[in-house]
């Protein structure tokens, strides 16, 4: 089956948590799979406004964002998928005690309850700064589409035993992401393929953490990065060297997609 679309997360798995940057021979493979006209995603916990560096690198033909709740080409949003209101207010009563550190993660706006190391920590692992300190309350207000809850496993019942209708994943040890029940980086998956008019048999998807475990399941051809825990790379389809390695590129090879 021909690949027509290939679907890449970001974070430790097109850039490196250590140098923050896409490797040369990566950014070289992504204009050689253009050249052959297969349709390039990115497909990532993050924010759009955390998006600058990616964009500046290589003109993808789409973003599924916040881990699938906001789809968009250019200026053309495919699909939104915000939390709904029950999910929220549980959301914002767990978090308007601080027992835990919170970014929302609103359409436009990014905001935190309160900074804690693990947040410094994690935002300096991304090269972003710190997003200004608002009541999560605000969250009630507007269009809320992913939380980020700086949560241990052992913390994590802090939040899950007030919010039975949060959905939640993890692809680090010290936080939970938070997005709406119905969601996930499959179904914007779905809906770049949907406006593209390319078959799921037809994609490929690369990951290494859990919040891509159903992407990875839904494409044609999902793998697995190095750094991604045993039972990810299992369920995988292949399992690629890491981020440090150009593990992209050389799984790119063993499928015969840079000949």
Not at 162 to 190: E, N, Y
Not at 193 to 219: K, R, T, V, W, Y
Request: aromatic share 10%.
């Amino acid at each position: 089956m021909m690949t027509k679309a290939i679907f890449f997360d970001v974070d430790g798995t097109l850039v490196s948590f250590r140098t923050h940057q896409v490797s040369p021979a990566v950014v070289q493979a992504l204009h050689t799979l253009r050249e052959k006209g297969i349709k390039l995603f990115v497909a990532t916990g993050r924010h759009p406004a955390m998006l600058s560096y990616l964009r500046s690198v290589f003109p993808f033909d789409g973003w599924v964002t916040l881990s699938g709740q906001f789809c968009f080409c250019g200026e053309q949003v495919l699909h939104r998928n915000p939390m709904d209101r029950q999910a929220v207010e549980e959301l914002v009563s767990a978090a308007k005690s601080n027992a835990f550190s919170c970014i929302f993660l609103e359409g436009r706006d990014i905001y935190i309850n309160y900074a804690d190391s693990y947040t410094r920590r994690f935002m300096a692992d991304l090269d972003l700064p710190l997003p200004p300190v608002q009541d999560p309350a605000r969250a009630l207000e507007g269009e809320l589409y992913q939380g980020i809850t700086f949560l241990t496993k052992e913390n994590e019942h802090l939040l899950l035993r007030r919010a039975p209708h949060l959905k939640t994943t993890r692809w680090h040890p010290h936080f939970l992401d938070v997005i709406p029940s119905d969601g996930g980086k499959d179904v914007g998956m779905d809906a770049m393929l949907e406006h593209f008019q390319i078959p799921l048999e037809e994609s490929m998807a690369f990951g290494d953490g859990e919040n891509d475990l159903s992407m990875l399941l839904h494409a044609g051809i999902g793998v697995a990065m190095g750094t991604a825990h045993q039972g990810l790379k299992e369920l995988a389809d292949y399992a690629a060297p890491s981020v440090e390695e150009d593990g992209v590129v050389r799984a790119l090879e063993h499928f015969g997609l840079l000949t």
